[in-house]
């Protein structure tokens, strides 16, 4: 009998059946716990038959596994690192890869405090796609990060429970201190969605001491990206995009920021960022700042339809009715903080901010403004000295509905607010 098209579709993207999928068990691995598996899985990867499937069990590893083109995992098994090295990854190979999937498995590492090693770290590759992937064990690095990477998609995945105590920029062994759920770097053409990520954490003394942000993602220097509907919560930062283009950041569900639900920083540009919901940020619920001028101004952003409640009601430790301190000490919570600069290379301009509702609740009356555009100088001049450059104003701030705020609904320097 011939089969409709429709049909045949459905049937050639089922996964291979158990009595034909090439499983790590051919190759001599067995998920007991104990028995070092790291050959025999490293030996089934690089057979050339493509993905391997990872049986229920606890599959013991001693070094990074290395991923070439064409292979992957995939199945309900869990890769245990039980030594200070990153799980997955291909760094180092100039090759590249291609059609790699990672599917249905769990990473975990034994937790080493402050640990410069990752989740999974894969460098210049096309056709990625990691989905249904569980990660954690972290210390003060990344869950997941891709570099270089395009036609890519993280799905479904659930990255959580780090923890980190150090004080300084940069780890004992000279790596930057940045624990991110999900960072991309320097990636196009890909989706970051319906992924989980929480409970980033760092001690409090971390926290006071250096601009510890502790992202759920963290895109640079990336563009055409779509980040949508993911749940972060209980981390530095949501989502910070740094010198990004052309990103959409839509649905996501952000909750409990020691620092700030979302921002765009270093000259982000042309960038939607609609319809997410933030919840407790300490700071601000939206950071828009200027930066490194190196990477120019941020401009044509477009900010709309967002939900930002009771920006404050929680310290910059995670920790509730505790005021700001440290380095964070004398910033000015608000909803949406617009943070220019003195340079007009490295100014925010042209942003669209509009129908987005911002509220705090009788209960946590503890955010200053709903909307407020700050300048920052450069110099020995004060910034309250100084009075702003007026025309780097240009922001469009209109119909928005704010309620509870400490000082006022807007201070701003735009000439259109409506």
Known sequence: MRLPASYLIVILSWPLSPALAVSVEDFGAFGNATADATDAIQAALDAGQGPVLLPAGRYRLTRTLRLPSGSGLYGHGTLYMDADETVLSNHGDDKGLNDVLIKGIQIEKRFVENSEKDGIFIEHATNLRIDC???????????????????????????????????????????????????LNHCQWGQVTNNRIENLNVTYESAVAVHYQ?????????????????????VGEGIDLVDCESMSLTGNIIQQCWHFGIKVIHGSRLCTISNNTIRDAALNGMSLYFGNPEFGPGYGNVVQG?????????????????????????????????????RANNSVYDYIIANNVIYNTPEHRTCQYGINERFHTYGNEREDKKQPDTSLFTNKISGNLIRGMQAGKYKTFSKTVD
């Open 306 to 342: 967002n939900t930002i409640v009771n920006t404050g009601s929680i310290a910059i430790t995670g920790e509730p009715d505790g005021a700001k301190q440290g380095v964070w000490e004398k910033w000015q919570t608000a909803g949406i903080d617009l943070h220019n600069d003195s």
């Open 214 to 234: 502790t992202d759920g993602i963290n895109p640079r220097h990336s563009k055409q990206v779509t980040i949508a509907n993911n749940i972060i919560r209980n």
């Open 133 to 183: 992937v569980s990660v954690t064990g972290i210390s003060a690095c990344f869950g997941i990060a891709l570099v270089r990477c395009e036609n890519f998609s993280i799905t479904n995945c659930y990255v959580h429970d780090f923890k980190a105590s150090w004080t300084k920029r940069k780890l004992p062994g000279g790596r930057s201190l940045d624990a991110i759920g999900i960072m």
